[in-house]
């Protein structure tokens, strides 16, 4: 009899064991990993709430930064105003029969206009210098031409360069301050 409850003893154990390895651990995996989702979703659920919460105020705050950075982008100057400016020199040029070789406004007051916001009035000015060829007279004429202009603003520096060989023609270096906030008005 004693040997009968061992083996009894024995196969309840051994069905025990395999029941837990078969039945109950894949449950309480299942379990745990169906508790850790519903965990998971419940934060996602708080962070959706808090977010919709704070929605208004992320569109507003949203609306308000497109009006400033389309107020501020009205307020600069783009590179079509420059090379309107520059357009004007060269039909200049071409009226007095002066070539142009080089204009050179300063990089750094080009970044500077696009940083600064204009004032009230809305006008600034490039320091702008150009390198020209032509003949003493016609270059005279140009720079009378030029100084008529409503962008024109006054002198910084103008130096000739000739040779002594006749057939190079002489260059003229010419820097004046140009008005920016007219070019608007008159395109």
């Given amino acids: 009899m004693k040997s009968q409850l061992a083996i009894y003893s024995l196969v309840g154990v051994i069905l025990v064991v395999t029941w837990i390895f078969?039945?109950?651990?894949?449950?309480?995996?299942?379990?745990?990993?169906?508790?850790?989702?519903?965990?998971?979703?419940?934060?996602?659920?708080?962070?959706f709430q808090q977010t919709i919460l704070f929605l208004p105020e992320y569109v507003k705050t949203r609306n308000e930064l497109a009006r400033k950075k389309a107020e501020l982008n009205s307020s600069l100057y783009t590179k079509e105003n420059i090379l309107s400016l520059f357009e004007k020199f060269y039909v200049l040029a071409d009226k007095n029969q002066v070539n142009i070789v080089e204009i050179t406004p300063p990089i750094e007051e080009l970044l500077q206009i696009n940083r600064i916001i204009p004032d009230s009035i809305g006008l600034m000015f490039?320091?702008?210098?150009?390198?020209?060829?032509?003949?003493y007279q016609d270059f005279g004429k140009f720079v009378s031409a030029m100084e008529r202009e409503p962008f024109y603003r006054g002198p910084n520096h103008c130096n000739i360069i000739g040779t002594y060989d006749r057939n190079l023609k002489v260059q003229y270096h010419v820097g004046f301050k140009s008005l920016l906030g007219s070019l608007k008005n008159e395109v």
């Fill in 22 to 47: 078969v039945a109950l651990l894949p449950y309480y995996r299942e379990y745990s990993a169906v508790e850790t989702q519903i965990l998971e979703a419940q934060q996602k659920l708080v962070d």
């Fill in 126 to 135: 490039l320091n702008i210098s150009l390198r020209i060829e032509g003949d």
